[in-house]
């Protein structure tokens, strides 16, 4: 099993639609978790980091579920500028500093 | 002010050049990062810097040298480099490496070319 991984994607959706990614992780021990978002030949933002069981920001919400190990990333309302890959990111605590990315899933927004 | 400034933004170079890349940072972390990226896949760790100290090199070619002058810099000397070295690489930065790992933020990268 990865450490991490994500839905493959590539989602392709209208505009105004909700999208929701899934990521799973291995490490049980794991108590923090980003999503990043990275545009065509850009460096990855971080969009939500996740501490405890959730986050929302705004049309962006992440909830955690430590039972069944694996996070969400909820977008309501896509907007064409929502257009860009998401990377789920564990941090590995055995290996101190070191980020875990997942694949990536490539999310599409159309008008 | 979360910026991580990298230079140059492009760069060219034959397999027998030596260049430099450069990062820096002025949010006050304590820990830097060198990352590669090749298109289509999420970026691979190079080496990671806690208080201005090597603490993880990711079993990289000796043609890759990381240098951190100080607290706020970080560079990557390349000598020697092959075609498949080319990508772009990514400088981040984070708090430090305390028990609750950090966010890092990346700076805009150095897309390398080798010919």
């Known amino acids: 099993r990865k450490e991490v991984e994500q839905d493959p994607g590539p989602f392709n959706v209208p505009e105004g639609a909700t999208v929701a990614f899934n990521c799973t992780y291995s490490n049980s021990a794991s108590q923090s978790f980003f999503w990043y978002r990275q545009d065509c030949r850009k460096e990855p933002k971080l969009l939500m980091s996740v501490y405890s069981s959730g986050n929302e920001d705004g049309r962006f919400t992440a909830q955690l579920n430590r039972a069944s190990q694996y996070i969400s990333l909820l977008i309501r309302d896509s907007k064409l500028s929502d257009s860009a890959t998401y990377l789920c990111v564990v941090p590995n605590y055995n290996q101190g500093g070191k980020l875990i990315f997942g694949q990536g899933t490539e999310l599409s927004v159309k008008p | 002010d979360t910026e991580v400034t990298q230079t140059p933004k492009h760069l060219v170079m034959g397999m027998t050049n030596k260049k430099s890349l450069k990062c820096e940072q002025h949010m006050g972390h304590r820990a830097m990062y060198w990352y590669k990226q090749k298109a289509k896949k999420p970026p691979e760790l190079m080496f990671v810097y806690s208080y201005e100290k090597l603490s993880i090199n990711e079993s990289v070619p000796s043609r890759f040298s990381p240098e951190c002058p100080n607290s706020s810099l970080l560079n990557l000397h390349l000598h020697a480099l092959q075609p498949e070295d080319s990508a772009l690489y990514l400088c981040?930065?984070?708090?430090?490496?305390?028990?609750?790992?950090?966010?890092?933020?990346f700076g805009p990268g150095t897309r390398l070319t080798v010919l």
């Open positions: 981040a930065s984070s708090q430090d490496l305390g028990v609750r790992i950090c966010e890092q933020f």
